[in-house]
């Protein structure tokens, strides 16, 4: 069985960045066909994709978060990681990490971290 | 801001049959991209719940069920039960966005 576990600080400075990471257990990272993403959640609001990593390093990212998003794999670690820079208010979410099955064209989330709530707050 | 709406919330009593829609557009659901669904129990993670329109997981009750149909999608909840009180999500994959979208999310209430 797959499990996924974030780590990271849970207080982060407006204008600084987000660091958090995955570590993925029960299998390897680079087995399969499968991406890994990260997911984050305001709070009482929806869900919004923020942007996924293969093992391979190719990269794909939420549009409006782009400029400020950088994921990064260590397979040697089974980890992957988020970065995200000059943060305000609005990035304070609990932020999951989650894994990449593909379907057909298109993929979907079949395995969850627990999450990790990030406040960004001075 | 999603570009799937669901309504935000529906209810039903015990034993009752309730659905959840997600209307999408011609760059999403309507582009032929498949729909999938995850339920979110109160301060838990979300699970996956359907995948690929109309797919159980292993372990998931067939009392769920999904279907899609031009540019819309339907989650159905048959017998239902108090366990069933959760958050529900929609996920696609947008075109004109370059990546998946999901739902504004509906809160199943269990009367």
């Known amino acids: 069985q797959v499990q996924l576990q974030e780590s990271g600080p849970g207080l982060v400075k407006p204008s600084q960045t987000l660091s958090l990471t995955c570590t993925v257990s029960?299998?390897?990272?680079?087995?399969?066909?499968?991406?890994w993403s990260w997911i984050r959640q305001p709070a009482g609001k929806g869900l919004e994709w923020i942007g996924r990593?293969?093992?391979?390093?190719?990269?794909n990212y939420n549009p409006s978060l782009k400029s400020r998003v950088t994921i990064s794999v260590d397979t040697s670690k089974n980890q992957f990681s988020l970065k995200l820079s000059s943060v305000t208010a609005a990035d304070t979410a609990v932020y999951y990490c989650?894994?990449?099955?593909?379907?057909?064209?298109?993929?979907?989330?079949?395995?969850w971290g627990q999450g990790t709530l990030v406040t960004v707050s001075s | 801001q999603s570009v799937l709406t669901q309504p935000p919330s529906v209810s039903g009593a015990p034993g009752q049959r309730v659905t959840i829609s997600c209307t999408g557009s011609?760059?999403?659901?309507?582009?032929?991209?498949?729909v999938h669904w995850y339920q979110q129990l109160p301060g838990t993670a979300p699970k996956l719940l359907i995948y690929?329109?109309?797919n159980r997981p292993s372990g998931v009750p067939d009392r769920f069920s999904g279907s899609k149909s031009g540019t819309s999608a339907s989650l159905a909840i048959t017998g239902l039960q108090a366990e069933d009180e959760a958050d529900y999500y929609c996920?696609?994959?947008?075109?004109?966005?370059?990546?998946?979208?999901f739902g504004t999310g509906t809160k199943v209430t269990v009367l």
């Open positions: 989650a894994r990449d099955v593909r379907w057909f064209g298109d993929y979907y989330f079949d395995y």
């Open positions: 029960g299998g390897s990272i680079s087995s399969g066909s499968y991406y």
């Open positions: 990593i293969y093992t391979s390093g190719s990269t």
């Open positions: 011609s760059s999403n659901i309507g582009a032929g991209y498949d």
């Open positions: 690929g329109n109309s």
């Open positions: 996920q696609s994959y947008d075109s004109s966005l370059s990546g998946r979208v």
